[in-house]
């Protein structure tokens, strides 16, 4: 019986996404392989996160054959991605090639201590001008494990000013899933491409994927 979550949380369907994170889990998977899968779930799980985005008309063009028609964009000047360190690099790329112009990336790094499970901030480089707040920050980092993480980039985007938050996950853990989600309901959407129930003793998703950075980076 599936789980009951928060409404502002999104599990992904995709069958595509769903084959490619059982690929993501096998432990045979080495790091390229897991650095592409990182970024192919993200991509189809950030087709559906900003399928709605708002489209505006940004004047005439004409087409190679002499045509004219409406052109169509989106604002992206009010958009900021901000990627969890270092796991959530390996996500950076997809949301980019979704996104119709450059956006502004301001990297959050945050890491768990081992004995209580709670974050710990080592860098923050998100503007100190409240000139430049973003309206909409997409959040990427492959595993909300118990949330407390999760949280934190969400608390601190809140005190930055912006107006919603994206959060895009690969895998998560319904405990740690539905706290993060509950941290800011009206202001964040969370989308996950998979869920698992539960935890291990040192925190890590079960069965999950293992750490994700260890594997992205070669390295623990």
């Keep these: 019986m599936a789980p009951h979550l928060p409404p502002n949380v999104r599990v992904s369907k995709h069958p595509c996404l769903r084959a490619k994170l059982s690929q993501l889990r096998s432990k ?106 973003a309206k909409l920050a997409i959040v990427v980092d492959p595993i909300i494990a118990t949330g407390q993480t999760c949280i934190a980039a969400i608390q601190s985007l809140k005190e930055w000013g912006v107006e919603k938050i994206i959060v895009l996950s690969v895998l998560g853990a319904y405990p740690g899933v539905t706290r993060a989600a509950e941290e800011w309901p009206e202001g964040t959407e969370v989308w996950i491409g998979g869920l698992d129930e539960g935890l291990t003793d040192k925190g890590m998703i079960k069965p999950g994927v293992g750490d994700i950075g260890n594997r992205l980076f070669k390295t623990g």
Aim: hydrophobic residues 40%; aromatic residues 6%.
């Design 28 to 133: 045979s998977t080495n790091a390229r392989e897991t650095k592409t899968l990182v970024h192919e779930i993200a991509l189809l799980l950030g087709v559906d996160a900003l399928s709605n985005l708002e489209v505006e008309e940004a004047g005439k063009d004409e087409t190679p054959i002499g045509f004219e028609y409406s052109f169509e964009a989106v604002d992206c000047s009010k958009i900021t991605l901000v990627p969890i360190l270092r796991s959530g690099l390996g996500m950076v790329e997809a949301v980019q090639s979704i996104l119709p112009e450059a956006v502004t990336v301001h990297h959050l790094g945050l890491f768990r201590e081992k004995l209580t499970l709670q974050p710990v901030e080592y860098y923050n480089n998100l503007p100190q001008s409240q000139a430049n707040v």
